[in-house]
């Protein structure tokens, strides 16, 4: 059984730091694209960063780039999101995702979320 567990959320002064991680379960990283998403009070869904383990393609929302970095560990089965200069408008619950590797773009999976697997979700709250 396919399973997402995300965990390092909290609580963080703007300008700080957190390291989110997605652990795998049931299935190998291999093979698959794993995304990360957000979804603050009263607002959509939206795709933060996405990566594709078979080549390591990856895809960034706009107000991230350069303050959050994707990566994955497929020895451990975890795929990881470094945030960096964490912002107030960063506070939400961070989701992460998987759904196998196909011809779809990056781009195109994060933007529109096209992912059948995903987890409960993990708060990051920025405030002073």
């Known amino acids: 059984q396919l399973q997402l567990v995300e965990s390092g959320g909290g609580l963080v002064q703007p ?4 390291r989110l991680s ?24 939206e795709g933060v960063s ?11 929302e706009e107000s991230v780039k350069g303050r959050f970095t994707i990566s994955r560990d497929n020895a451990k089965n975890t795929v990881y999101l470094q945030m960096n200069s964490l912002k107030p408008e960063d506070t939400a619950v961070y989701y992460c995702a998987a759904d196998r590797v196909s011809i779809t773009s990056v781009q195109a999976m994060c933007v529109f979320m096209a ?3 995903w987890g409960q979700g993990t708060q990051v709250t920025v405030s002073s």
Not at 50 to 60: A, E, F, H, L
């Open 15 to 18: 300008g700080g730091s957190l």
């Open 115 to 117: 992912f059948s697997s």
């Open 22 to 45: 997605c652990a795998a379960s049931g299935f190998t990283l291999d093979y698959y694209t794993i995304g990360w998403f957000r979804q603050a009070p009263g607002k959509e869904r």
């Open 50 to 60: 996405c990566i594709r383990s078979s080549d390591g393609s990856t895809y960034y």
